[in-house]
Structure formats: structure tokens, C-alpha cells
């Protein structure tokens, strides 16, 4: 069984950064993606960004150019740089990690962008 945990969000102003980590342990069988989701209050889970295990990376419309995946294989760790924030960002952010046999999920981190 695989374990997610992040860590990383917070309260920022629009136009700061924030950057969020996911750390994998357990049981963990390569090769397997890695997602970032994320919900915000009314709204469904939408994808943000993902990198798979040969590091093509993939983002969402609205993220594009302000976000950055990036993975550490060696410690099972992805990471998400989000730079100029907008408050259209706020929402829990979900790392999710993904192969052809198991799926597992994070307990989701708060990011609120606010003056």
C-alpha cells in the first residue's frame, strides 16, 4: 500500500508563490505517474498538472506558464511550484500517484490566495 503525504500550502497574496511537495512511501511499484488535482468550494476535482515516469510534463490551460511539476524519483517525491497566484487558484490540492496497477491519493493541502 502506498502513502501519500503533502505539504507546502498556505496563505498567499495574488502574485506570490507557494510550492508544494508530495512524498511517496510504502509499497511502490515503478513505473507510475504523477498528478497534481485540485477543488475548489463548489466546484468538481480538475487536473492541474502531471509528469509521467519518462517526465513528459502536462498542464492544465490555466495553470500553463505559471506552474511547474517536476518529480525526484530517487525520493518518490513530486513537486508543484505555483508562481504568480491569482485568487482564482484557491482550492485543495490533491497529489495523486498513478501506474497501471494502483492508484493513491494525498490528504489534500489548503492553498488560499488572498489580500
Known amino acids: 500500500q502506498v502513502q501519500l503525504v503533502e505539504s507546502g500550502g498556505g496563505l498567499v497574496q495574488p502574485g506570490g508563490s507557494l510550492r508544494l511537495s508530495c512524498a511517496a512511501s510504502?509499497?511502490?511499484?515503478?513505473?507510475?505517474?504523477m498528478n497534481w488535482y485540485r477543488q475548489a468550494p463548489g466546484k468538481q476535482r480538475e487536473s492541474v498538472a502531471s509528469v509521467t515516469s519518462l517526465g513528459a510534463t502536462n498542464y492544465a490551460a490555466s495553470v500553463k506558464g505559471r506552474f511547474t511539476i517536476s518529480r525526484d524519483n530517487a525520493k518518490n517525491t513530486v513537486y508543484l511550484q505555483m508562481n504568480s497566484l491569482k485568487p482564482e487558484d484557491t482550492a485543495v490540492y490533491y497529489c495523486?500517484?498513478?501506474?497501471?496497477?494502483?492508484?493513491?491519493w494525498g490528504q489534500g493541502t489548503q492553498v488560499t490566495v488572498s489580500s
Open positions: 495523486n500517484f498513478r501506474s497501471t496497477t494502483w492508484s493513491a
Open positions: 510504502g509499497s511502490i511499484f515503478r513505473p507510475y505517474a
